[in-house]
C-alpha cells in the first residue's frame, strides 16, 4: 500500500494554526514541487463551514501567487481544517507563512470574492465572504506557527 504522508500525521498532536512542509518530489531532470500543509484549525476540534472554505480557496488562490511565484495549486482539505499548497522548488516555511498571513490580511478588508460567476466557478452559490473573513480573524489573532507541534508563531 503506498504512503500517503498526510495520513501518517497525528492529527492528535499538531497545534494550528501552522504552516509545515508535507512533502516534495524531486524530477530525475532536476524539478522539485513542494506541498505544504496551511492548517488554519484544530484537526478533529473545528472545521470550516463548505461555503467559508469555498471563498477563502478563491481568495487563497489569487492572493497566494501574487504574494508567491510558482504556486501550482492551493486546494481545501476534505476535513475542511486547512489547505494544501504546492509550488515550484523548495521554501522556507517562514516564507509561506509570511505570505499566507498577508493573504488572511488582505480577506479581512476584501469586498468581494473573485471568480464567482456560474462561467468561472462550479458551484458559485456556495460562497460567504463573512464566514470567510472571520475565519481569517480567528487565525490571525493566534498567528501562524512554522512548527506544527508547538506555537512558535512567526
Known amino acids: 500500500m503506498p504512503v500517503v504522508e498526510s495520513f501518517t500525521l497525528d492529527h492528535n ?20 514541487v513542494e506541498k505544504y500543509d496551511l492548517r488554519l484549525l484544530q ?9 467559508a472554505l469555498h471563498t477563502l480557496e478563491h481568495l487563497l488562490a489569487f ?4 504574494e508567491l511565484d510558482g504556486v501550482i495549486d492551493i486546494s481545501p482539505m476534505g476535513c475542511r481544517t486547512g489547505f494544501y499548497l504546492i509550488l515550484w522548488d523548495n521554501r522556507d516555511p517562514k516564507t509561506i507563512a509570511t505570505a499566507l498571513t498577508r493573504v488572511l490580511e488582505r480577506v479581512v478588508d476584501a469586498a468581494e470574492v473573485p471568480a464567482v460567476t456560474p462561467l468561472e466557478c462550479g ?20 498567528g501562524i506557527s512554522t512548527d506544527a507541534f508547538s506555537r512558535q508563531v512567526v
Do not use: C, M
Open 63 to 66: 492572493g497566494l501567487r501574487e
Open 43 to 51: 484537526p478533529n476540534v473545528d472545521a470550516i463551514p463548505t461555503a
Open 13 to 32: 498532536k499538531v497545534i494550528a494554526p501552522y504552516v509545515r512542509v508535507a512533502g516534495n518530489e524531486k524530477h530525475a531532470l532536476g524539478s522539485v
Open 123 to 142: 458551484n458559485y452559490r456556495d460562497h460567504s465572504l463573512f464566514s470567510a473573513k472571520e475565519y481569517a480573524r480567528q487565525v490571525l489573532a493566534a
